[in-house]
């Protein structure tokens, strides 16, 4: 890269509630996937500081950091991030190992989280046996087995036809209003975010240049 | 992570690509292998090198000489009383010596030359005792025939080349003679026995002076020795009777005429008297009390400790070139370890998203190395044990070839096996330990960007 510092995220002060369901929206290289990167504790900020439930992630270790990413958030991704190797359940199952989660118990979260986002069967299949829209939901069973309080997506819909999109951001509301989890959605989509964010946050240049309320939220949720 | 899931984890990683690393693993039994046949044949000549010192009954026994003689009084000069102030090796001497603590007992080692006849025709030889207790030594292991039936019993036993001599087939080489086909047709033959007894004249017990008397002995042949007896004595006998029997016929002894000048005793003197030891840890402290009786004593104890360092620079040796093959193996485990982080990249940001610590990535890919390690160091032993069992087979189809009893050149004993595969095991963690760190230290932005 070079001696040239590059501000992917430069000066953002950002405040989202518990509970909330916040869209970062921007063109590629507009700061927003850095961003989350920074929330979800996979980066961390050169200076400033990311404070999630009370708990500074600048100050944490890289062990912390671990822990944090652990418990407290789930990641989704635009690739779903599935280990080829591995079977549906044993993908879900993954952050149980780390959590050094009894074995006898790991069986029966992995499938009550995968009943959670509808898949019941093919679990002992590996992901490339699945439809994208499958394997995004076992992505997110997997962001869901630890009973995180954010759940992270990074462009969830990007490698989905439309209609898959739909039904996979359908159920990413779902959770953010059953379980109230906090949803931070990265998408270039500005239907998207519309349709199912409830505060929508535009970035440039690693800077945000706009943050509203949703109101077009509340028809998309009566909707559907 | 807990360890059972690294190692079910790492067990998955390693199936995945099976090839690379069954490879891998190929090479690091190659090297526990050629570091195991190495070994198991530096241990195996030890261990049969002192066997034969063992068995050779040198290795528990004192050989005691008076300090008057000047035949091994090369070292001993300086300490202890003067040569000519010394107590006399004599009967009263060896009976003190067998008193010594550790002592099992004590003889004079009496040997002459003389004539012996068969079938009417002179042959000139090495006649010595050789106590009842000599039957357990190694050295008539392929004897044909049997051991003296008794301590006084008229029998002799016969080394095979002075065997071959009476059978008229000398001249050949001592390996070359097959020692059942000389024994076949010598056991139970008689040998006759020319000797001259030292008899002291008179009953005045001052007096120096004896005569000699000529005898003839009949003696059986009893048995016929394959290897020698005497190997590692000065003059080297060929036909052993029994000690008590030696004692009883009272031979003229080559050192008789020199004791003649010096000593002033009925009693006669020994040349030479052998004690035998409990156990050859004793042999030090023995040797001390017997020198304090005013003797020179000889042991192979020397000789062994001497041999204990040649074997262990053997062994220091045999190891690094054992070792060479292993630590090529080590690298090719880094290589392996590295290709599977590249490969792997997008894996280990997934783990470390999904929380997977530093630690727990790192101690994946150590139980990946452990296990190649473990894997190889099983496969390496065996294979270096099946290795050492061909090396030993082919030599000792060469040993027969040329005529030699076959011989076990090679031992693997447990600590060996044990040993070599733990060694594998550390050998296997410390090459994993710079792609664990590595593997651990990426970043998983990026790691997750990679496609």
């Given at each position: 890269m070079g001696s040239a510092t590059i501000r992917a995220v430069d000066g953002i002060n950002l405040e989202v509630s518990a509970g909330g369901f916040v869209a970062l929206l921007g063109a590629s290289g507009s700061g927003k996937s850095s961003l989350l990167n920074l929330i979800a504790g996979l980066d961390s900020a050169s200076s400033g500081s990311v404070i999630v439930n009370g708990q500074n992630l600048a100050g944490?270790?890289?062990?912390?950091?671990?822990?944090?990413?652990?418990?407290?958030?789930?990641?989704?991704?635009?690739?779903?991030?599935?280990?080829?190797?591995?079977?549906?359940?044993?993908?879900?199952?993954?952050?149980?190992?780390?959590?050094?989660?009894?074995?006898?118990?790991?069986?029966?979260?992995?499938?009550?989280?995968?009943?959670?986002?509808?898949?019941?069967?093919?679990?002992?299949?590996?992901?490339?046996?699945?439809?994208?829209?499958?394997?995004?939901?076992?992505?997110?069973?997997?962001?869901?087995?630890?009973?995180?309080?954010?759940?992270?997506?990074?462009?969830?819909?990007?490698?989905?036809?439309?209609?898959?999109?739909?039904?996979?951001?359908?159920?990413?509301?779902?959770?953010?209003?059953?379980?109230?989890?906090?949803?931070?959605?990265?998408?270039?989509?500005?239907?998207?975010?519309?349709?199912?964010?409830?505060r929508l946050i535009f970035m440039a240049d690693g800077q945000v240049i706009g943050d509203q309320a949703n109101s077009a939220r509340a028809v998309a949720g009566a909707k559907s | 992570m807990k360890l059972y899931d690294s190692v079910e984890l790492a067990a998955r990683n390693l199936r995945e690509s099976v090839l690379r690393n069954?490879?891998?693993?190929?090479?690091?039994?190659?090297?526990?292998?050629?570091?195991?046949?190495?070994?198991?044949?530096?241990?195996?000549?030890?261990?049969?090198?002192?066997?034969?010192?063992?068995?050779s009954g040198l290795f528990d026994s004192i050989v005691v000489t008076s300090r008057r003689d000047l035949r091994f009084n090369r070292e001993q000069e300086d300490s202890g009383p003067a040569p000519a102030e010394s107590p006399d090796l004599n009967e009263t001497a060896r009976a003190k010596i067998e008193r010594v603590n550790g002592v099992v007992e004590a003889y004079p080692d009496l040997r002459f030359i003389t004539e012996v006849q068969f079938n009417d025709k002179p042959h000139l030889t090495m006649v010595a005792g050789m106590p009842m207790s000599s039957k357990d030594s190694d050295s008539f292991e392929g004897m044909q025939g049997k051991f003296f039936s008794s301590g006084n019993a008229h029998e002799a036993i016969l080394q095979k080349s002075f065997a071959?001599?009476?059978?008229?087939?000398?001249?050949?080489?001592?390996?070359?003679?097959?020692?059942?086909?000389?024994?076949?047709?010598?056991?139970?033959?008689?040998?006759?026995?020319?000797?001259?007894?030292?008899?002291?004249?008179?009953?005045?017990?001052?007096?120096?002076?004896?005569?000699?008397?000529?005898?003839?002995?009949?003696?059986?042949?009893?048995?016929?020795?394959?290897?020698?007896?005497?190997a590692m004595r000065g003059a080297r006998a060929h036909v052993f009777i029994p000690q008590q029997l030696i004692e009883s016929m009272h031979p003229m002894q080559a050192y008789d005429m020199r004791g003649s000048n010096?000593?002033?005793?009925?009693?006669?003197?020994?040349?030479?008297?052998?004690?035998?030891?409990?156990?050859?840890?004793?042999?030090?402290?023995?040797?001390?009390?017997?020198?304090?009786?005013?003797?020179?004593?000889?042991?192979?104890?020397?000789?062994?400790?001497?041999?204990?360092?040649?074997?262990?620079?053997?062994?220091?040796?045999?190891?690094?070139?054992?070792?060479?093959?292993?630590?090529?193996?080590?690298?090719?485990?880094?290589?392996?370890?590295?290709?599977?982080?590249?490969?792997?990249?997008?894996e280990i940001g997934i783990m470390k998203a999904v929380g997977a610590s530093d630690?727990?990535?790192?101690?994946?890919?150590?139980?990946?190395?452990?296990?190649?390690?473990?894997?190889?160091?099983?496969?390496?032993?065996?294979?270096?044990?099946?290795?050492?069992?061909?090396?030993?087979?082919?030599?000792?189809?060469?040993?027969?070839?040329?005529?030699?009893?076959?011989?076990?050149?090679?031992?693997?004993?447990?600590?060996?096996?044990?040993?070599a595969t733990g060694f594998a095991f550390v050998v296997s963690l410390l090459s994993g330990l710079y792609p664990a760190s590595r593997a651990a230290k990426l970043d998983p932005v990026q790691a997750l960007r990679y496609e």
């Amino acid at each position: 890269m070079g001696s040239a510092t590059i501000r992917a995220v430069d000066g953002i002060n950002l405040e989202v509630s518990a509970g909330g369901f916040v869209a970062l929206l921007g063109a590629s290289g507009s700061g927003k996937s850095s961003l989350l990167n920074l929330i979800a504790g996979l980066d961390s900020a050169s200076s400033g500081s990311v404070i999630v439930n009370g708990q500074n992630l600048a100050g944490l270790s890289r062990e912390g950091l671990a822990k944090y990413r652990r418990y407290t958030v789930g990641m989704v991704f635009q690739s779903f991030n599935l280990i080829p190797s591995m079977t549906v359940l044993e993908n879900v199952e993954l952050p149980l190992r780390f959590a050094e989660v009894e074995r006898a118990k790991r069986g029966e979260l992995a499938r009550s989280a995968l009943q959670k986002v509808g898949l019941t069967g093919r679990l002992e299949h590996r992901p490339i046996e699945l439809s994208g829209g499958e394997q995004q939901r076992v992505a997110i069973a997997r962001a869901l087995i630890n009973d995180p309080k954010i759940l992270l997506a990074d462009e969830p819909t990007g490698n989905l036809d439309s209609r898959t999109g739909t039904e996979v951001m359908d159920l990413i509301r779902s959770l953010n209003e059953t379980l109230r989890m906090t949803v931070v959605l990265v998408t270039h989509e500005r239907d998207l975010a519309e349709k199912y964010a409830d505060r929508l946050i535009f970035m440039a240049d690693g800077q945000v240049i706009g943050d509203q309320a949703n109101s077009a939220r509340a028809v998309a949720g009566a909707k559907s | 992570m807990k360890l059972y899931d690294s190692v079910e984890l790492a067990a998955r990683n390693l199936r995945e690509s099976v090839l690379r690393n069954s490879l891998t693993t190929l090479g690091i039994s190659v090297g526990v292998a050629s570091l195991v046949a190495m070994l198991s044949l530096g241990i195996g000549l030890q261990q049969l090198a002192s066997r034969r010192l063992q068995h050779s009954g040198l290795f528990d026994s004192i050989v005691v000489t008076s300090r008057r003689d000047l035949r091994f009084n090369r070292e001993q000069e300086d300490s202890g009383p003067a040569p000519a102030e010394s107590p006399d090796l004599n009967e009263t001497a060896r009976a003190k010596i067998e008193r010594v603590n550790g002592v099992v007992e004590a003889y004079p080692d009496l040997r002459f030359i003389t004539e012996v006849q068969f079938n009417d025709k002179p042959h000139l030889t090495m006649v010595a005792g050789m106590p009842m207790s000599s039957k357990d030594s190694d050295s008539f292991e392929g004897m044909q025939g049997k051991f003296f039936s008794s301590g006084n019993a008229h029998e002799a036993i016969l080394q095979k080349s002075f065997a071959a001599e009476l059978l008229g087939k000398s001249a050949r080489v001592p390996d070359e003679i097959n020692v059942a086909e000389v024994g076949g047709p010598l056991i139970g033959k008689q040998i006759v026995l020319r000797y001259e007894e030292r008899q002291t004249t008179g009953g005045d017990p001052n007096s120096t002076s004896f005569s000699v008397i000529s005898h003839e002995l009949p003696l059986t042949i009893v048995g016929v020795t394959d290897l020698d007896p005497d190997a590692m004595r000065g003059a080297r006998a060929h036909v052993f009777i029994p000690q008590q029997l030696i004692e009883s016929m009272h031979p003229m002894q080559a050192y008789d005429m020199r004791g003649s000048n010096a000593s002033p005793s009925s009693e006669p003197n020994y040349g030479t008297v052998i004690a035998r030891i409990s156990g050859a840890g004793k042999v030090e402290q023995v040797e001390t009390a017997i020198k304090k009786l005013g003797f020179n004593t000889f042991s192979i104890l020397d000789a062994t400790k001497s041999m204990q360092r040649f074997f262990a620079i053997l062994d220091l040796f045999l190891g690094i070139f054992g070792s060479l093959a292993l630590t090529v193996a080590s690298i090719g485990i880094i290589n392996t370890l590295v290709m599977a982080i590249l490969e792997r990249r997008r894996e280990i940001g997934i783990m470390k998203a999904v929380g997977a610590s530093d630690s727990d990535v790192r101690g994946l890919f150590f139980a990946e190395a452990g296990a190649m390690g473990i894997l190889g160091g099983i496969f390496g032993t065996a294979l270096g044990w099946v290795i050492g069992r061909v090396i030993n087979f082919g030599t000792n189809i060469y040993l027969h070839r040329q005529g030699f009893p076959p011989e076990h050149i090679w031992a693997v004993p447990v600590w060996l096996v044990a040993g070599a595969t733990g060694f594998a095991f550390v050998v296997s963690l410390l090459s994993g330990l710079y792609p664990a760190s590595r593997a651990a230290k990426l970043d998983p932005v990026q790691a997750l960007r990679y496609e």
